[in-house]
């Protein structure tokens, strides 16, 4: 796809979606913006002139509506599922109701989307979705069995979506972000405490993954996994996973 004219951003409030707002906007898309935080949305939409929308995504039953509102005037021709959450912790210690939150908001909801959005798409023959997954859907980091669960769903529910629908004329672009420098990560490490592990992992900026991922967009890819350095890490899994279970460190609660 070498064209972006309407763009649909989940959670374009937090440091990605922002960053992927901002990229998509610099290719002269188009924007819609959705999040749970009112304020932060208006923050990041006023500058680009993009329409934003507080949308609660584990809402399912107004998911259709609202997308349909989104699309009215202007066909949705790329939808960015960026909307998650991560909650660090051991297994057992794991409140309920916040893994539910986990599952629905970082894969129910991007899956719901995908059939909402993509079946217009299908219809036009042409668009795009970019489904922000996590190296935490391939990698056993303990501390995220809910997270690493929900991520690694939706990465086989992206990855089969594109054999399903490539040859109708809509990408799909499954993402494997390492750390990258946000609230989120910060969240995630402070989780994982002050370890050796910790000091020799660095994060990258949000606007190096967002750049990333648009030009991945534009050329077709079928997959990403930023940054850079990490990429190694796609046809060794089986090795790295080893490696991360034995030797990744242990959630601090």
Known sequence: MRRFEHAL???????????????????????????????????????LDAAWHRVDLTDFGALPEHLAAAGAEHPIDVLVNCAGVMDVRRLETQPWPMAERIIDLDLSAPIRLMQLAGAPMLDRGRGAVINICSVAGLMPFKGAALYGAAKAGLAMASEIARAEWLDRGVQVLTVYPGPIASPLEAGARAGWGDTPWQRLVPSVSPESLADAIVDATVRGRARLIHPRPIRWLSPRVGLIRRFTARFGPHASR
């Open 9 to 47: 951003i989940t959670g374009a409030a937090g440091a990605i979606g922002a960053a992927l707002a901002r990229s998509f906007a610099a290719r002269g898309a188009r924007l819609t913006l959705w999040d749970i935080d009112r304020e932060g949305l208006e923050r990041v939409a006023t500058p």
